[in-house]
């Protein structure tokens, strides 16, 4: 469960509100696609969501646990996914899950076991004692959504993980999505890809200029809209809102 | 050529950050003022570098006045900036192929083979007529003011000047660009950027090689102009070698002549003659080297169910992230170089230094026959201790170095302190493998092994507090957006800032080693990084989260 509370994030000394006075609540066995234009506030949100940056004012709940108060807690509920895979190129992508395993306390055969399988299911198993700089963005981002998913975190974070997936890993990846959520477990995740929204979501948000301008079901939008679609709709909602 | 000269613009820009420069002048006075100290401090730094040089230089002038021949203080200059030139333009080369920062998108775009070529040159140059432009100043400065010439002697030299490291940078090119061709050397990178910082060094070892040649025949200017002058000496060696070294000091020397004006125009002509006859000849070839330099050869190495226990093994957290950390500054050859290989490299050039130079030979061996200096020798290697374990640059480079990847280190639940913990255990290990190094040598001084033992003991102590100090800097303001790994570590302010205050830690030691007697300096050299350390260690404690949160 993810619960933001009047949110609001300030950035440099211009006081650019990057964010403003957002309310969202993301419900266990839900996924939530989180829609907007470029430089809207969907990874200032994210990145606040997973302790990234400082809260300047309002309340992040992950599973109950307060991000401000209890950061660390907070972080072992999620599973991250950064829209930018370009991590730690210098090490090998074994080196770089076992140092994630690590810093999530798996123990030796769970880890073997899970990263395995998951290298399996993304078609990486052969590339993981190779440097991760020799990876192509594709391959980068399955390796950080494997480091992402293999603790079994209750909370998924994923900002546009979609972005450089072959077709087969993107139909994996939703059906992992669709499995995590029906466990009772959340799903966040921010995406340009208005299909993919509309097929894998039961609910949608949509920022624009750092302020919330819908939240509810694909149905519901289409309700207000006389059944456009959604692609249509977003781009309604965005210029006119 | 037009569109060459563009791109040129546009890697120099990104090479050395000059619209930001201007745009930070405008908007942001913090940051140009940053930048503005870092120049200055960077220059601070060489000043004994190139105050020594001046020192020689007027020197020689007064000495090759008495035979008419202080012309030879240009000619000198000439063939030490040509020279410096080569030995830069060589790494310069290798570094400007290994950070391309054209990616694939400059080679996407309609441009010839000429205009990349020509863009990287005009790029590269502008490091060399830096180091050419000093050197000269310094040259033209002495023989200048002291034989009073006039303006036109100066602008002259200037003219001069621009076009002293275009002939030296084009044999750069000309031997770097087959090389990178046929030894499908373009795509070993690690191993290339590990060979030309090795050279570096060498360079590093020669040069103090010569100036300690130098010091040593100081008392005797005559035997110094001898050495440069004579036959098969320097100058006459480069001169042979490198003719159109005399002909740009003749052309300036002589600049009110029909001869010196003949002399400068012969030498402009011939240097573009060389860029020209470069760009011509070896463009097509540093196109090949340059495409595919970038492709990736997949071995596909898969997991055997023998090796995963070993694969898989559970580490804690502290050890986990030392382990990152040490893999990730180690696999990287510009962190490496700089940083771990210098605490090894560093006391073998003073070795070489130190056994070549026979005054520095028998100022120790006066310094044994009294055995109270052992006090002396002890001060002083905790003070090469204090040196060698900060000139790594592990600590105040440690949050930098993360560039973006902090954002994914920050996703994760580890606590602050747990992540300062291993970078501080990365820099005490090489911290500590310098104090071993310089306790070995402290073996061929006679000192005892007990106090052999204290000075690690104490030298590390000032260590450790320096790496929080370090450390503490990089919290504060770290150098996270870099496109390059140069930048967090040789052009990061926190380094210098780090270095200077490391040097006041080594000047208390001295301070307390020699004006304070007895047990008490002994307890002080003590007490007081313990002391340091415990105040920094509670000041980080208390501001950690603040920090790490606002990074």
Known sequence: ?241 | MNKGLSLAKVYINSSYGISNFVYNLKNNKKDAAKAIALVLLILFSTTGLFGMYLYFNIKMYDFLKQVQQQGMVITMAVIFASILTVMFGIITVIANYFFNQEGDVVLALPLSKKDLLLAKFINTYIVEAIVTFVIMAIGVGVYGVKSKEGLIFYLVSIIATIFIPLIPLAICYFIIIPFMNYGNFAKKKDMFMIIGGLFGIGIGVLYQYFISTLVNINATPELLVNKLTNKNGLIDVVGRAYYPSIWVSNGVINYNKVSGLLYLVSFVLLSLLVVYVLILTTSNLYYKSIIGSNEVTKKNREIRTSELKVIFKKNGLIKALFNREFKLMNREPVYFLNGPLVIVFLPVIFGIMFFTNNKAMEGINTLLINMQNVKLIFIYSIIAIIMLGSTASIAPTSISREGNGIYVLKSLPISPMDIIKAKFLHAALFGALGAVITCIATIYFKMSFGYIVLAFIVGNLWLFASYLVGILIELKWPKLNWDNPQKPMKQNVNVIVSLFITFAFAALVYFIGTKISGTISVILLIAVPVILFIVLYLFLKKYINILYSTL
């Not at chain 1, 403003?20 to 609540?25: R, S, T, Y």
């Not at chain 1, 997936?165 to 966040?188: C, E, I, W």
């Not at chain 1, 509309?198 to 149905?219: A, L, S």
């Open chain 1, 1 to 241: 469960m993810l619960k933001i509370n009047n949110l609001s994030k300030i950035y440099g000394k211009n006081k650019v509100k990057a964010l403003d006075n957002i309310n969202l609540e993301v419900k266990k066995g839900e996924i939530f696609g989180f829609l907007g234009p470029n430089g809207a506030g969907k990874t200032t949100t994210i990145k606040l969501i997973t302790g990234i940056l400082k809260i300047d004012e309002g309340d992040i709940f992950v599973n109950g646990i307060d991000v401000k108060k209890n950061p660390i807690e907070a972080k072992k509920q999620i599973g991250f996914v950064p829209d930018n895979p370009e991590i730690f190129n210098r090490l090998t992508g074994l080196e770089y899950l076992n140092f994630i395993a690590d810093v999530f306390e798996m123990d030796s055969e769970k880890r073997a076991d899970i990263i395995l399988r998951l290298a399996e299911e993304f078609e990486i198993k052969s590339a993981l004692k190779e440097r991760i700089s020799s990876y192509s963005h594709g391959m980068k981002q399955k390796l950080v959504l494997i480091g992402a998913l293999m603790h079994n975190p209750p909370v998924w974070i994923l900002d546009e993980p979609m972005v450089g997936l072959d077709p087969k890993s993107a139909y994996t990846l939703k059906n992992m999505m669709r499995q995590h959520a029906d466990s009772g477990n959340t799903v966040f995740f921010s995406t340009h890809i208005m299909e993919v929204a509309e097929k894998v979501c039961d609910r949608i948000g949509i920022i624009k200029n750092g302020r919330i301008i819908f939240v509810g079901t694909v149905e519901e939008l289409k309700e207000k809209k006389n059944d456009e679609s959604l692609e249509k709709m977003f781009l309604e909602l965005i210029e006119n809102e």
